[in-house]
């Protein structure tokens, strides 16, 4: 790192087992452009999991994860036009691109080549190891960091800075934001609950899609769904086909799509924002037959991210979360990758000691 950086401490994976404990290392020099971020509270996703424990292959140890942040500015560099010292702001799974590639300029930063991962990306300005959330500070460009409104919850609004626009993205983009509109959710986890809350507030009709009939109540009940539909049900399927103009599928684990298709009226879309490990098959039968589309989408550029936040403030929207301190992490790790939590968890960074390893 370059000499004078900041000191920062965080904690970190070593190795493959994913285990988190106290780092300490350093920030680099804040630049003209840059802002410095106390991070107050920062989200743990399932792509945290993937790198900590090495499953893509590109783990860069030691690693701090974390790309869900809020925090509060602290210090801005001189050429800093966008946020002064005391404002709320989130930065999320990218702080970084190149600024010169047509998806940069044209508002789809996450798409660009060079991106910059918060965490475990190379830093364009030093070739460093870009370390994430779960430390005490972070610092940005201006032009990578999003303003948050007051009126959200702050521990709430964190996961927003992925999950809420990793389906709010791809809504607005394929129109899935009409009021009357008939949207499926396919996955009632971090992402899917999100999305039936945007759903709701965009005045669309919503329909949860899930194999575990249990989630009915939630999704109905506390989350404003109209309707929920148990995939495993040939019956009900049956009885839902050709009804929908658009289904987001969030779920990363191996599932069959041909029925999820036949849901969608024709000229349907269907947008993917899990990411199975393995092929989905899709039979050009279903897609040709009834003119429809299936997409892909990843995360949203920084406007979009803002745009997003915007609408969650004036509906008071934020994710379902479950506070816990850094003392947990590795507890809570283990019960996301069992999917044990309703529906994000969420460190209060600010709260929690950094230095003491007690889990």
Same mark, same amino acid.
């Given at each position: ?76 560099? +001189? ?6 010292? *005391?404002? $709320? =702001?989130? %930065?999320?799974?990218?702080?970084? !691109?190149? #600024? ?94 999100? +999305? ?6 965009? *005045?669309? $009709? =919503?329909? %949860?899609?899930?194999?575990?009939? !249990?989630? #009915? ?94 609408? +969650? ?9 479950? =506070? ?36």
């Amino acid at each position: 790192m370059e000499q004078g950086g900041k000191a920062a401490l965080g904690w970190a994976a070593r190795d493959a087992s994913g285990h988190l404990s106290p780092y300490s290392f350093s920030r680099r020099v804040q630049g003209d452009g840059d802002v410095t971020i106390q991070v107050l509270f920062c989200g743990l996703c399932h792509t945290d999991l993937h790198v900590i424990k090495n499953e893509w292959a590109n783990a860069m140890y030691p690693v701090v994860p974390g790309h869900e942040v809020v925090g509060v500015v602290t210090d801005i560099g +001189a050429g800093v036009t966008k946020f002064k010292a *005391g404002e $709320t =702001v989130g %930065v999320g799974y990218f702080v970084d !691109s190149c #600024r010169t590639c047509e998806t940069c300029r044209t508002g789809h930063e996450s798409y660009c080549p060079q991106l910059v991962p918060t965490s475990n990306g190379v830093d364009l300005h030093d070739g460093a190891t870009t370390q994430g959330g779960l430390s005490d500070a972070i610092i940005v460009s201006q032009d990578y960091v999003v303003r948050v409104p007051e009126t959200l919850p702050l521990a709430g609004a964190a996961p927003l800075l992925c999950a809420g626009v990793t389906v709010f993205s791809p809504m607005v983009q394929y129109g899935l934001n009409s009021p009357g509109k008939h949207l499926g959710v396919v996955g009632l986890g971090g992402l899917g609950h999100v +999305a039936v809350k945007f759903g709701k507030a965009f *005045g669309m $009709t =919503v329909t %949860v899609i899930s194999t575990s009939p !249990s989630k #009915r109540q939630e999704a109905v009940e506390q989350l404003g769904a109209d309707a929920f539909l148990v995939s495993r049900d040939a019956e009900q399927m049956k009885a839902a086909a050709g009804t929908m103009d658009g289904v987001i599928d969030t779920v990363s684990a191996g599932h069959p799509v041909a029925p999820l298709l036949e849901l969608l009226k024709p000229m349907g879309q269907m947008v993917l924002v899990g990411a199975p490990a393995k092929p989905l098959e899709v039979p050009a039968f279903s897609l040709i037959a009834g003119g429809k589309r299936v997409a892909g989408s990843a995360v949203g550029g920084v406007g979009e991210c803002q745009a997003m936040l915007d609408f +969650a403030g004036e509906h008071g929207i934020v994710a379902d979360v479950e =506070v816990v301190g850094m003392e947990y992490v590795n507890t809570a790790i283990e019960r996301l990758e069992r999917n044990d939590v309703r529906y994000r968890f969420v460190v209060d960074v600010a709260g929690s000691k950094l230095g003491v390893d007690s889990a």
